[in-house]
């Protein structure tokens, strides 16, 4: 039923899957074969065929977070054959399609491993860490209404456009997950080098990196070693010089803030 | 000042003092290095004597020699807390992981390579600085401690020159790291400097490296 | 009932500003006495939780994902309108105002229709404010494009990314409050129930979808930004989890439900390429103003090509049917999406279709890329391009794409007045989930305006009056509503696991989709609606004899959550039929078969249909009651389209 290619050779694959019941209970590896999956799937449509077996079958389908499908929501977040979001660079894990395994493949997935992450159930993790840095001051404080004209301060092009790029992170965690050290840094510092680039987020820049790495820390994420496994495995590209970049703000804050505490 | 201990217990900030002692450590590397090529003089070690023995004496050299020790120390301790930081961080690991596809090997083995260095050093402390400066050392003509007859006697063993090139490996690749990670913590980064710390940082790592295993090499097969 | 939408007197341009002086305040004292349920976190319920608790009310807000960041706002991709004039270009509010309702083909409120143009302005202050990069000129200030057939640059946008970069500066917004405590903030949380106690929203039961805890919460006010309803027909450009369960919820707690048959079809997609297919992809409308959309001239050569016989490149150019151009002229490619859409699906059921589906048609860059290079249209296009590639494994600078229509957005939803109170007092809804803006059919770019404009500056004003008419004494979950409601949703979760029959959820829902998509799709008639209804019943009376599902409600349960949701789904797709085939014009993204022009394009009916169709619940499988609210047109006259 390929699509666009009507001679596609469906394919049967081995998919090592983690099953792990609940938060509490010990997790394993478990074998399914799937049979017929068309090279013009999706990565997440070879596993709804994979569920919807089990489901008639009787099985416990596999639990995986996902929702938009294209890339942006940040939802889905699978460690397929040791690497974040699988073997394609610059793609999440819904944007991978079958065409890039071939028939026989044994496949692994695992859900991303952090302690910060607990594992809900089978792929599924909880990610609320995330948001807890981002509560920690990753906004900027100004309440609806009574703000100036939105041309009232010009941003340089080079600017505007070096702070989309970081504030184009998706959260999906990848960049923890693909890191040795678990280390959040990435995500971190896209937060923190979009808004400390702004003019609207200066304001606060210093209270702002301080209290999101205490946060980040307190998550109990790693501590970054440069390895540049996050920035290699990101599915949208936030580069490692955001980090250098929350360094900086970092090191300058803690050295001229007026906290003491 | 608890700001300040909060600063430097923050991951952040043990990457500074990671990133800093290692910087100075990288110096102290550069003074050693270029001290030690009288080894390579011909004059039946006169001059790297005098050099050893001013290194051993100079008050100034014997102060600053506590703050490598501090160095090393703080290098070494903030390494210990971050790895064991990080092995908590990442919790039960992977059945299945192909970090290699995304990173490179001595990035991700910093701390292998640093135990490696770890041991080498405390065997190299032992057998020159260790004897030299509380052993006894036979006179050379100018009434030096003749530290250049002890090297050049260990550098004739087999295992010692093994264990000498195979740690200058080490340290070079640690070093390719190293260089570049000290100045991407510190903030110092920007896209017209950085492309130049990192050649600088490989040119480094090849040439410090190069230049201490070249002394082993050097006495085993030519003296 | 007699609706009400109690649209203020007076002048057009002076409504909202009379009506904001007029509505009552609550005391800053007493709004911290106030408890307000914001149910969805994306644009339209961030944006109003995080307004609500900056005015000091206690918000609860509740989303079904693991964080707010996820909701599927994120994915628009064009950009936002304001009628801000910096291109001074002619815009104005009155033009927003014009282009909108004629846009909607007449069929929206005009009085909420201006004041949406009019705080649009004040969105993109707000959103610069919060540190959203909205692309920029060399001189710093704030660009613009035009967008979706304006004839102003209005829109803006931050690249392909703008839903994606609103959503984020709401949630920022959202967090702040969080970490002020003001926001109670309820993730993986997923509403079954509004409680209604006499009369008046008080509450709503969740479901907690790690541990399936089923949870009661209070408010003296619940404000639903749930989203479209576009997953009934299975195959759309919404996320997965996009359901209509809230809403539906609320409709059969007393909301009337209004004009549900109104639905946006959008017409670049990527096609469908098989049975597994599990979501569609949009592309953005700008490919249209370079691509070039044609199907082969004959029946034959399409099947040849779709068996494989021959390749695109072997249909010579005076054997290519470039449809768009050779019917509108005028606009060429560049006619509006109900148009496109419903001329492409004409193509492929005359069996000239591509693709091996044939359920696609061609969207041909070959000549710009002959014109301006292939690397002129890489930087117009590339992230596009790339994307295309990605998915379908072809690629577009060689060959041409295949796109095919898709549902992307529901005019329809939750009937509100003007204050965006729904026909529950203290229910209101904002966003999608509300019918209010759009008519029949939404202009691009003007989703993400209606989901902010109601959050920030509509609510917080609205919702007051209503609350400073309620005393500030705690709501609690002690009355028996809340308990059987609770008792409603538990029984309903133990039916669907207790049927042990052999149809999973999305089998159904599948089977919904492929009748929905069929018969009150982009071309509705009659007959077709008609056996719609049948076959809805049939497939509804099937669902709750034949579902398969396993596992218990006490943890995550997945294919649970989707039963329920399709459940839900297979009661709104009998109600949109019904719409449809009340409505006996076409307007819109509402195409009747039987009402077209000679040259088969949309016929309205202004003397019989213009009014808003608002549905009122009787009971499970008893019709539903129709009550119109009549549409007053005081500053638009009302003409045909024509794209000739």
């Given at each position: 039923m390929a699509g666009s290619n009507p001679n596609a050779k469906p394919m049967n694959l081995t998919l090592k899957v983690w099953r792990q019941k609940n938060r509490t209970t010990q997790g394993q590896i478990v074998d399914y074969q799937v049979k017929d999956i068309s090279p013009e799937m999706s990565f997440l449509e070879m596993l709804d065929v994979l569920n919807e077996d089990l489901l008639r079958r009787g099985d416990e389908p596999v639990a995986f977070d996902h929702d938009c499908r294209e890339g942006i929501c940040g939802s889905c977040n699978l460690f397929i054959n040791g690497r974040a979001h699988g073997p394609e660079a610059g793609t999440t894990t819904c944007q991978l399609h079958m065409r890039k395994f071939s028939d026989g493949d044994t496949i692994t997935i695992e859900p991303w491993r952090a302690s910060a992450f607990p594992v809900n159930k089978d792929l599924s993790v909880d990610r609320s860490a995330f948001d807890r840095i981002i509560q920690a001051g990753g906004y900027v404080s100004v309440n609806t209404g009574g703000v100036p004209d939105g041309n009232e301060i010009p941003v340089p092009k080079d600017i505007a456009d070096r702070a989309f790029e970081a504030a184009t992170c998706i959260g999906c965690g990848a960049c923890v997950a693909a890191c040795k050290n678990a280390s959040a840094m990435l995500f971190v510092s896209a937060k923190v080098s979009q808004l400390a680039l702004l003019p609207q987020g200066k304001v606060e820049r210093k209270t702002r990196v301080e209290n999101m790495v205490a946060q980040m820390d307190k998550e109990g994420f790693g501590a970054c070693s440069n390895i540049g496994s996050c920035a290699a495995e990101c599915p949208v590209g936030i580069s490692l010089e955001n980090i250098a970049i929350l360094n900086r703000e970092f090191l300058s804050a803690k050295a001229t803030s007026n906290n003491l505490a | 000042m608890s700001w300040i201990s909060k600063t430097f217990s923050s991951s952040i900030g043990r990457k500074i003092i990671m990133s800093i002692t290692g910087l100075f450590l990288c110096s102290f590397l550069v003074v050693h290095l270029i001290g030690n090529l009288?080894?390579?003089?011909?004059?039946?070690g006169q001059a790297f004597n005098v050099y050893s023995h001013f290194m051993g004496t100079n008050p100034i050299i014997r102060t600053v020699e506590w703050v490598l020790v501090l160095g090393f120390g703080f290098h070494i301790y903030e390494s210990f807390v971050l790895t064991r930081r990080n092995k908590t961080a990442r919790g039960n690991g992977y059945v299945t992981d192909h970090a290699e596809q995304n990173s490179p090997w001595q990035s991700r083995n910093m701390g292998l390579l640093g135990t490696i260095i770890l041991i080498f050093l405390l065997v190299h402390l032992y057998n020159f600085f260790y004897r030299a400066r509380f052993g006894e050392l036979d006179p050379d003509i100018n009434n030096n401690d003749d530290l250049y007859t002890l090297v050049a006697t260990s550098f004739k063993q087999l295992w010692y020159v093994i264990l000498y090139v195979a740690a200058q490996v080490a340290l070079g690749y640690h070093l390719v790291h190293g260089f570049r990670s000290a100045f991407q913590t510190l903030g110092l980064n920007h896209r017209k400097y950085t492309p130049a710390i990192k050649f600088v940082g490989y040119a480094f790592s090849v040439l410090v490296a190069a230049g201490f295993a070249s002394m082993p090499l050097y006495f085993y097969f030519f003296k | 009932m007699i609706l009400d939408s109690k649209i203020p007197e007076g002048p057009l341009a002076e409504k909202w500003e009379k009506h904001k002086f007029n509505v009552k305040l609550v005391n800053p004292a007493n709004k911290r006495k106030y408890d307000i349920i914001v149910v969805g976190t994306g644009l339209a319920g961030a944006s109003a939780a995080a307004s609500l608790a900056e005015l000091g009310y206690n918000v609860k807000a509740f989303t079904f994902h693991d964080s707010p960041r996820r909701a599927h706002s994120i994915a628009a991709q064009g950009g936002i309108n304001a009628a801000k004039n910096y291109q001074n270009d002619g815009d104005s509010v009155f033009r927003l105002f014009y282009d909108t309702v004629k846009g909607g083909d007449y069929r929206a409120r005009e009085a909420n229709v201006y004041r949406l143009a009019q705080v649009s302005v004040n969105i993109i202050d707000q959103c610069v404010a919060q540190g959203v990069p909205f692309a920029r000129e060399y001189g710093g200030l704030l660009a613009n494009r035009s967008f979706g057939g304006a004839q102003v640059s209005r829109t803006f946008y931050a690249r392909g990314q703008t839903g994606q970069q609103l959503l984020l500066g709401a949630y920022s917004a959202l967090s702040r409050q969080v970490a002020y405590g003001k926001v109670k903030l309820y993730t993986r949380s997923e509403m079954l129930d509004v409680v209604v106690v006499d009369g008046k929203a008080r509450g709503i039961i969740t479901r907690n979808l790690i541990d399936g805890k089923i949870e009661q919460h209070s408010a003296h006010a619940v404000v639903l930004a749930t989203g479209g309803y576009g997953n009934v027909f299975y195959l759309?450009?919404?996320?997965?989890?996009?359901?209509?369960t809230a809403a539906w919820r609320a409709h059969k707690k007393g909301a009337y439900f209004a004009n549900p048959c109104f639905t946006q079809i959008h017409p670049t997609c990527i096609p469908v390429s098989g049975d597994y297919q599990s979501k569609l992809t949009l592309m953005s409308e700008s490919l249209r103003n370079d691509g070039r959309v044609w199907v082969p001239r004959d029946v034959a050569t399409a099947e040849r090509l779709r068996k494989g016989e021959i390749r695109v490149s072997d249909i010579p150019e005076e054997e290519r049917d470039y449809f768009l151009e050779r019917k509108y002229p005028a606009f060429g490619n560049l006619v509006p999406r109900d148009v496109a859409s419903r001329n492409a699906k004409q193509m492929c059921d005359e069996g000239r279709g591509v693709g091996s589906s044939g359920l696609a048609v061609y969207l041909d860059f070959a000549d710009i890329i002959k014109r301006t290079g292939a690397d002129a249209v890489a930087q117009k296009y590339g992230n596009l391009f790339d994307m295309y590639a990605k998915i379908t494994g072809e690629n577009p600078y060689e060959q041409p794409m295949r796109i095919y229509p898709a549902v992307h957005y529901t005019m329809g939803g939750l009937w509100v007045d003007y204050n965006l109170q729904t026909t529950i007092p203290g229910l209101y809804a904002t966003g999608e989930c509300n019918f209010s803006d759009h008519g029949a059919n939404r202009l691009g770019a003007s989703a993400l305006m209606q989901g902010l404009a109601d959050g920030y500056f509509v609510i917080p004003y609205t919702i007051g009056d209503y609350l400073a008419q309620t005393p500030p004494t705690p709501v609690t979950t002690q009355h028996p509503a809340f308990a059987e409601a609770e008792a409603e949703v538990r029984a309903r979760i133990q039916k669907l696991l207790s049927i042990n029959g052999t149809r999973t959820p999305d089998d159904f829902h599948k089977q919904l989709g492929h009748i929905m998509w069929e018969y009150c799709g982009m071309a509705r008639n009659a007959k077709g609606l008609a056996f719609a209804k049948q076959e809805i019943q049939k497939l509804r009376k099937e669902f709750w004899s034949d579902l398969k599902l396993v596992g218990?409600?006490?943890?995550?349960n997945q294919a649970l959550e989707k039963a329920g949701r399709v459940a839900d789904f297979l009661e709104l797709g009998e109600l949109m039929v019904d719409d449809a085939l009340a409505r006996n014009e076409s307007c819109g993204g509402h195409f009747r078969e039987e009402y077209a022009t000679e040259e088969g394009e949309a016929k309205r009916d202004d003397d019989n249909f213009a009014y808003v169709a608002a549905w009122q619940y009787t009971g499970d499988n008893q019709p539903e009651i129709l009550n119109k609210e009549d549409l007053q047109f005081e500053n638009v006259k009302l003409t045909q389209r024509s794209y000739k």
């Amino acid at each position: 039923m390929a699509g666009s290619n009507p001679n596609a050779k469906p394919m049967n694959l081995t998919l090592k899957v983690w099953r792990q019941k609940n938060r509490t209970t010990q997790g394993q590896i478990v074998d399914y074969q799937v049979k017929d999956i068309s090279p013009e799937m999706s990565f997440l449509e070879m596993l709804d065929v994979l569920n919807e077996d089990l489901l008639r079958r009787g099985d416990e389908p596999v639990a995986f977070d996902h929702d938009c499908r294209e890339g942006i929501c940040g939802s889905c977040n699978l460690f397929i054959n040791g690497r974040a979001h699988g073997p394609e660079a610059g793609t999440t894990t819904c944007q991978l399609h079958m065409r890039k395994f071939s028939d026989g493949d044994t496949i692994t997935i695992e859900p991303w491993r952090a302690s910060a992450f607990p594992v809900n159930k089978d792929l599924s993790v909880d990610r609320s860490a995330f948001d807890r840095i981002i509560q920690a001051g990753g906004y900027v404080s100004v309440n609806t209404g009574g703000v100036p004209d939105g041309n009232e301060i010009p941003v340089p092009k080079d600017i505007a456009d070096r702070a989309f790029e970081a504030a184009t992170c998706i959260g999906c965690g990848a960049c923890v997950a693909a890191c040795k050290n678990a280390s959040a840094m990435l995500f971190v510092s896209a937060k923190v080098s979009q808004l400390a680039l702004l003019p609207q987020g200066k304001v606060e820049r210093k209270t702002r990196v301080e209290n999101m790495v205490a946060q980040m820390d307190k998550e109990g994420f790693g501590a970054c070693s440069n390895i540049g496994s996050c920035a290699a495995e990101c599915p949208v590209g936030i580069s490692l010089e955001n980090i250098a970049i929350l360094n900086r703000e970092f090191l300058s804050a803690k050295a001229t803030s007026n906290n003491l505490a | 000042m608890s700001w300040i201990s909060k600063t430097f217990s923050s991951s952040i900030g043990r990457k500074i003092i990671m990133s800093i002692t290692g910087l100075f450590l990288c110096s102290f590397l550069v003074v050693h290095l270029i001290g030690n090529l009288q080894l390579f003089k011909d004059d039946g070690g006169q001059a790297f004597n005098v050099y050893s023995h001013f290194m051993g004496t100079n008050p100034i050299i014997r102060t600053v020699e506590w703050v490598l020790v501090l160095g090393f120390g703080f290098h070494i301790y903030e390494s210990f807390v971050l790895t064991r930081r990080n092995k908590t961080a990442r919790g039960n690991g992977y059945v299945t992981d192909h970090a290699e596809q995304n990173s490179p090997w001595q990035s991700r083995n910093m701390g292998l390579l640093g135990t490696i260095i770890l041991i080498f050093l405390l065997v190299h402390l032992y057998n020159f600085f260790y004897r030299a400066r509380f052993g006894e050392l036979d006179p050379d003509i100018n009434n030096n401690d003749d530290l250049y007859t002890l090297v050049a006697t260990s550098f004739k063993q087999l295992w010692y020159v093994i264990l000498y090139v195979a740690a200058q490996v080490a340290l070079g690749y640690h070093l390719v790291h190293g260089f570049r990670s000290a100045f991407q913590t510190l903030g110092l980064n920007h896209r017209k400097y950085t492309p130049a710390i990192k050649f600088v940082g490989y040119a480094f790592s090849v040439l410090v490296a190069a230049g201490f295993a070249s002394m082993p090499l050097y006495f085993y097969f030519f003296k | 009932m007699i609706l009400d939408s109690k649209i203020p007197e007076g002048p057009l341009a002076e409504k909202w500003e009379k009506h904001k002086f007029n509505v009552k305040l609550v005391n800053p004292a007493n709004k911290r006495k106030y408890d307000i349920i914001v149910v969805g976190t994306g644009l339209a319920g961030a944006s109003a939780a995080a307004s609500l608790a900056e005015l000091g009310y206690n918000v609860k807000a509740f989303t079904f994902h693991d964080s707010p960041r996820r909701a599927h706002s994120i994915a628009a991709q064009g950009g936002i309108n304001a009628a801000k004039n910096y291109q001074n270009d002619g815009d104005s509010v009155f033009r927003l105002f014009y282009d909108t309702v004629k846009g909607g083909d007449y069929r929206a409120r005009e009085a909420n229709v201006y004041r949406l143009a009019q705080v649009s302005v004040n969105i993109i202050d707000q959103c610069v404010a919060q540190g959203v990069p909205f692309a920029r000129e060399y001189g710093g200030l704030l660009a613009n494009r035009s967008f979706g057939g304006a004839q102003v640059s209005r829109t803006f946008y931050a690249r392909g990314q703008t839903g994606q970069q609103l959503l984020l500066g709401a949630y920022s917004a959202l967090s702040r409050q969080v970490a002020y405590g003001k926001v109670k903030l309820y993730t993986r949380s997923e509403m079954l129930d509004v409680v209604v106690v006499d009369g008046k929203a008080r509450g709503i039961i969740t479901r907690n979808l790690i541990d399936g805890k089923i949870e009661q919460h209070s408010a003296h006010a619940v404000v639903l930004a749930t989203g479209g309803y576009g997953n009934v027909f299975y195959l759309s450009t919404n996320a997965k989890y996009s359901n209509a369960t809230a809403a539906w919820r609320a409709h059969k707690k007393g909301a009337y439900f209004a004009n549900p048959c109104f639905t946006q079809i959008h017409p670049t997609c990527i096609p469908v390429s098989g049975d597994y297919q599990s979501k569609l992809t949009l592309m953005s409308e700008s490919l249209r103003n370079d691509g070039r959309v044609w199907v082969p001239r004959d029946v034959a050569t399409a099947e040849r090509l779709r068996k494989g016989e021959i390749r695109v490149s072997d249909i010579p150019e005076e054997e290519r049917d470039y449809f768009l151009e050779r019917k509108y002229p005028a606009f060429g490619n560049l006619v509006p999406r109900d148009v496109a859409s419903r001329n492409a699906k004409q193509m492929c059921d005359e069996g000239r279709g591509v693709g091996s589906s044939g359920l696609a048609v061609y969207l041909d860059f070959a000549d710009i890329i002959k014109r301006t290079g292939a690397d002129a249209v890489a930087q117009k296009y590339g992230n596009l391009f790339d994307m295309y590639a990605k998915i379908t494994g072809e690629n577009p600078y060689e060959q041409p794409m295949r796109i095919y229509p898709a549902v992307h957005y529901t005019m329809g939803g939750l009937w509100v007045d003007y204050n965006l109170q729904t026909t529950i007092p203290g229910l209101y809804a904002t966003g999608e989930c509300n019918f209010s803006d759009h008519g029949a059919n939404r202009l691009g770019a003007s989703a993400l305006m209606q989901g902010l404009a109601d959050g920030y500056f509509v609510i917080p004003y609205t919702i007051g009056d209503y609350l400073a008419q309620t005393p500030p004494t705690p709501v609690t979950t002690q009355h028996p509503a809340f308990a059987e409601a609770e008792a409603e949703v538990r029984a309903r979760i133990q039916k669907l696991l207790s049927i042990n029959g052999t149809r999973t959820p999305d089998d159904f829902h599948k089977q919904l989709g492929h009748i929905m998509w069929e018969y009150c799709g982009m071309a509705r008639n009659a007959k077709g609606l008609a056996f719609a209804k049948q076959e809805i019943q049939k497939l509804r009376k099937e669902f709750w004899s034949d579902l398969k599902l396993v596992g218990t409600s006490e943890e995550l349960n997945q294919a649970l959550e989707k039963a329920g949701r399709v459940a839900d789904f297979l009661e709104l797709g009998e109600l949109m039929v019904d719409d449809a085939l009340a409505r006996n014009e076409s307007c819109g993204g509402h195409f009747r078969e039987e009402y077209a022009t000679e040259e088969g394009e949309a016929k309205r009916d202004d003397d019989n249909f213009a009014y808003v169709a608002a549905w009122q619940y009787t009971g499970d499988n008893q019709p539903e009651i129709l009550n119109k609210e009549d549409l007053q047109f005081e500053n638009v006259k009302l003409t045909q389209r024509s794209y000739k």
